[in-house]
């Protein structure tokens, strides 16, 4: 939940692509929904609070510098597992986040839904969202930052899909 900053419409990507944090803007579009599903998941956390359970394994030491933190709000998971986890290697029973086979298989069904022939997957959206913003003017620096790669060229490989037609140019006739 900590890395949702609605109020500034910016969400905080830990660890992704290369191992690295970045922050990447909150569309308006999505943030309606995103905040009722987060009430759904607020929900859930009391309940599992009451039941015993509601902590969260955290990263590194946090959980014996801050004792009480895998409890707290800001520490869930934006999108929990549908049930609490009991293995032993992580310690007390708890929810983890939603398993990434779930999202993989959402994805590949509404890809089929939507009657796509192209294989689509999880990654295909960044590399679509890295065209759009292109697409719509985006500073090519500012699209590195947000995708978080190290070198511009790595970046400029999107710009080959801009191209439109023979010399990426558009015919005078097409204009009327």
């Not at 803007?25 to 929900?43: C, N, S």
């Not at 520490?75 to 929990?80: A, G, K, L, S």
């Amino acid at each position: 939940m900590k890395d949702i900053d609605l109020a500034r419409r910016e969400i905080t990507v830990r660890r992704g692509k290369g191992q690295k944090d970045r922050r990447v803007m909150l569309p308006d579009a999505v943030r309606e929904p995103l905040e009722r599903h987060l009430a759904q998941v607020r929900q859930m956390h009391q309940a599992d609070l009451a039941a015993g359970h509601g902590r969260v394994v955290l990263p590194d030491a946090l959980a014996r510098k801050f004792p009480n933190a895998p409890a707290e709000w800001g520490w869930q998971f934006v999108f929990p597992a549908g049930r609490i986890c009991r293995d032993a290697q992580y310690g007390p029973p708890s929810r983890f986040h939603m398993h990434e086979s779930v999202i993989q298989k959402a994805v590949a069904d509404a890809a089929r839904a939507a009657g796509l022939a192209k294989r689509v997957g999880c990654h295909t959206f960044r590399h679509s969202f890295a065209t759009h913003l292109l697409e719509s003017g985006s500073d090519t620096r500012t699209v590195q930052e947000l995708l978080g790669h190290a070198d511009v060229s790595t970046t400029m490989v999107y710009t080959h899909v801009l191209n439109r037609g023979g010399l990426g140019v558009k015919s005078p006739l097409d204009r009327w």
